[in-house]
């Protein structure tokens, strides 16, 4: 159930310490895995080594897009700047999406003709790179539990671990039996896991920047809760959107009686909605079948 609790956007300076120094380690295996990948021949070792950089750069947009959200509101952005890191987890899983398809064009071309590779290059890099993101991905691993931005850049390091683990089966496959194919191939595969992983992170993103209602929260639920208020003759124009991760907001048209206490109606239904759904950020507006509606487009039996 959605809670308006902004203090969970604040962190304590040590996590977004660990952002930067993952960034670094991050740019530096990057450089490793791709001087051992063009030495060794592996397509495998420098796709994992372009995933090590988009790590970065996920990471740097994690954590600008922190700091902005931090930002209070003003008049240009009255909802305040927290959707900052909703568009950066859409930034992010994109470029995950994008790799994916990338690494998969480049495993098939590879498969038809595979190269000769440097088995033991591939594994004593790929065993250093598993440390190394299985490091990183415990550094993001407590901000991310509460932020789908973070949670983007926490995959990104999660799903270069299991490539990783990949690459490093490859190559000891590669040196044991001399099977060149098995780069190619744990490359194709590594692209399907990333694409599916991402596909399946990216819908909720989505679905904010959508002003889509809350999957937690049922619409008909809340119009019944509304309607059943005591001096309540009917609701419409009502909208249920998540603002953000961690706030809802709800608005409606409240048709009361002739001689009902508006005010008193308000904040009833107002007590009700944040009781029974946690939704604080309420926005009701009351009138009478006699006031008719004042919306633009009104329900045929409120105008």
């Not at 609790?5 to 740019?27: K, S």
């Not at 991905?137 to 901000?143: G, Q, V």
Request: charged share 15%; net charge negative; hydrophobic share 55%.
């Amino acid at each position: 159930m959605p809670h308006d609790h902004h203090h969970h956007h604040h962190h304590a300076p040590a996590g977004e310490r660990g952002l930067v120094l993952a960034v670094v380690v991050n740019v530096l295996l990057t450089v490793a895995q791709i001087v051992g990948g063009v030495f060794s021949g592996s397509v495998a070792l420098i796709a994992d080594a372009v995933h090590n950089l988009s790590d970065a750069a996920a990471l740097v947009i994690a954590f600008a897009a922190r700091r902005i959200a931090r930002r209070p509101a003003d008049a240009q952005m009255s909802f305040g700047y927290a959707r900052a890191e909703v568009v950066a987890a859409l930034i992010n899983y994109t470029v995950l999406i994008v790799i994916s398809l990338w690494l998969g064009s480049e495993a098939v071309m590879r498969l038809l003709d595979p190269p000769p590779v440097a088995g033991g290059i591939v594994m004593a890099l790929a065993l250093l790179a598993l440390v190394i993101d299985l490091a990183t991905a415990l550094l993001t691993w407590r901000l991310a539990k509460d932020s789908t931005n973070i949670r983007a850049a926490f995959l990104h390091n999660l799903a270069d671990a299991g490539s990783s683990v990949a690459v490093l089966a490859g190559g000891a496959l590669i040196w044991a039996f001399g099977w060149q194919w098995a780069d190619p191939v744990i490359t194709l595969l590594i692209s399907v896991w990333i694409a599916a992983h991402a596909l399946v992170e990216i819908r909720p993103v989505i679905r904010i920047l959508m002003l889509a209602a809350p999957p937690e929260v049922e619409q008909d639920a809340l119009r019944r809760a509304i309607e059943g208020e005591e001096g309540i003759e009917g609701v419409h124009h009502l909208h249920l959107w998540q603002m953000d991760e961690h706030r809802v907001s709800v608005e409606a048209h409240l048709v009361v009686a002739e001689d009902a206490d508006s005010a008193r109606i308000v904040r009833r239904v107002k007590a009700r909605v944040e009781r029974d759904f946690g939704i604080r950020h309420v926005t009701l507006e009351t009138e009478t079948q006699g006031s008719g509606c004042a919306g633009p487009v009104c329900p045929p039996d409120a105008a």
